[in-house]
């Protein structure tokens, strides 16, 4: 699941924001002071004709439609009302650059939702929600510990919507936490997180919920996978405690917790086969999506920091070399996403703010 903020670690499932239960219809933009701008740095070269496509509160996990026309995302912006994370969609086409754009609302504005992706079709959404536990939202983790943590919801499960927020289907419930599903590019396959066995490991399962596999067997955090482009491997982010470690981590998940602050990226085949760890780098290397020839990985890290709290977007090989800066500016940037076309990369960004802690998405045209 992946997924959610904004201090250190600053990631995943709580920068996200909710919505309300009203639907509202697009509006368009139709003069020059409801856009607005911007450009990414002369230092961030892949990334050309950079438009905005959120203006308030924390947006991320925005994933492409399989038309490439249109994301699925998670926002808390209290400009929609919302108290905390909900699952909204929206036209790019309609969305760049406009501040007045207002995106759909697809979950019912109860709970807490995390991780929505479109099924083959492009017009029903998966997400996870807390919503059948309670209308309000959950808990959030202490945050005096002196730790950074982010919340694993034992009463998170995945649902199917269509995009005008019509509850379809339950398509997985069983105990503890289920969320951080994604669709393979060939839409005949599901990857998710789940607590089921008592560690937080992948699963695979057929596009209709049947048939589920689990493929991680070792004690740490496995999440935030994708596949590659060819739908015949998987990339994700894991945690490997060892020593005195394991049993923080195990206290730590008893109460429904972890502390995302040192993950290294993995692959394998859809299968569980042939698992490798691509990144030794230290810290924090998440949020892994495959580049387009499926060679490469575009992550989120902040390996490089000495703040702890600056993450960038880094490429990578597949076979762990080439290592290479793809964002400099703003201290977090995470989430990246390339279009089914290869021709652009969507990302989450706490640039262009106005010095405020607002975490938005943003498009760009992806260059060799």
């Known amino acids: 699941m992946k997924r959610v903020f904004l201090y250190l670690s600053l990631f995943i499932v709580n920068f996200i924001y909710a919505q309300s239960a009203e639907k ?6 139709s003069n020059d002071e409801q856009q607005a701008s911007v450009s990414s740095s002369a230092n961030e070269s892949h990334l050309v004709n950079m438009k905005q496509l959120t203006f308030g509160g924390d947006n991320a996990e925005a994933y ?51 991780c929505a992706f479109y099924l083959p079709g492009d017009k029903k959404i998966l997400y996870a929600s807390t919503f059948k536990n309670g209308k309000e939202c959950p808990v959030e983790p202490p945050k005096n510990t002196g730790k950074y943590l982010w919340p694993i919801y034992s009463s998170f499960d995945i649902y199917i919507s269509d995009e005008h927020g019509k509850l379809l289907k339950q398509l997985v419930n069983s105990p503890g936490y289920d969320a951080e599903a994604t669709v393979s590019p060939k839409g005949d396959k599901i990857v998710f997180t789940s607590t089921r066995n008592g560690d937080l490991d992948l699963y695979i399962m057929d596009i209709d919920g049947k048939n589920v596999k689990q493929l991680t067997h070792d004690l740490g955090y496995d999440g935030g996978a994708f596949f590659s482009p060819d739908g015949t491997k998987l990339v994700f982010r894991a945690s490997r405690p060892q020593g005195k470690d394991t049993v923080e981590y195990k206290e730590l998940l008893a109460q429904g917790l972890v502390a995302p602050v ?17 990144t030794h780098l230290g810290k924090a290397n998440w949020a892994p999506f495959y580049h387009p020839s499926g060679k490469k990985i575009i992550f989120s890290s902040n390996h490089h920091s000495q703040k702890g709290y600056d993450f960038q977007l880094w490429m990578i090989n597949e ?26 990369l969507v990302f989450s960004s706490n640039r262009n703010n106005g010095g405020t802690h607002d975490t938005n998405l943003f498009i760009a045209d992806w260059k060799e």
Do not use: H, W
């Not at 509202?24 to 933009?29: E, H, K, Q, T, V």
């Not at 919302?82 to 697809?106: H, R």
């Not at 290294?264 to 569980?272: A, H, K, P, R, S």
């Open 24 to 29: 509202a219809a697009p509006i368009l933009a």
């Open 64 to 114: 492409f439609s399989f038309d490439g026309k249109k994301l699925s995302f998670q926002t808390n912006n209290p400009g929609f009302g919302l108290k905390c994370d909900q699952i909204y969609y929206m036209v790019i086409d309609e969305a760049e650059d406009n501040k007045i754009y207002q995106p759909m609302p697809v979950s019912n504005g109860e709970g807490r939702t995390t």
């Open 262 to 278: 040192n993950m290294e990226l993995f692959t394998m085949n859809v299968d569980g086969s042939n698992m490798k760890q691509i």
């Open 319 to 344: 076979d762990g070399s080439g290592l290479e800066q793809i964002t400099t500016e703003s201290n977090f940037n995470a989430f990246p996403m390339f279009s089914p076309d290869g021709k652009k």
